[in-house]
Nanobody, 123 residues
């Protein structure tokens, strides 16, 4: 199975925006529900957002709701996380995961975790 590759992270000032992308070569992501998770230094990995295989259903963590939006473009085999009004507490490594059976909402060792993309928000 093609490995998931995250991109789009960077350093941004508080209040700024970033758009993360996640894609996979050799793997049709339209067959999977997808999720975004993040891990801050010294903390456990936490759920950020999830989206169904068709994109009709999505859920966002209360900590990011109304600021972040997860979406997907199956024609481009890519999922996105649009992050607006960023805060220093959004700093961390962001990962995407794929799940054939259910909307990913909990971190699990059963997922294949990629390298992630670093997001750093300065105050």
């Amino acid at each position: 199975q093609g490995q998931l590759v995250e991109s789009g992270g960077g350093l941004v000032q508080a209040g700024g925006s970033l758009r993360l992308s996640c894609t996979a070569s050799g793997r049709d992501l339209s067959n999977y529900a997808m999720g975004w998770f993040r891990q801050a230094p010294g903390k456990d990995r936490e759920f950020v957002a999830t989206i169904s295989d068709t994109g009709r259903t999505s859920h966002h963590s209360p900590s990011v709701k109304d600021r972040f939006t997860m979406s997907r473009d199956n024609a481009k085999n890519t999922v996105y996380l649009q992050m607006n009004s960023l805060k220093p507490e959004d700093t961390g490594v962001y990962y995407c995961v794929a799940d054939r059976l259910d909307l990913p909402r909990q971190s699990s060792d059963s997922y294949s975790w990629g390298q992630g993309t670093q997001v750093t928000v300065s105050s």
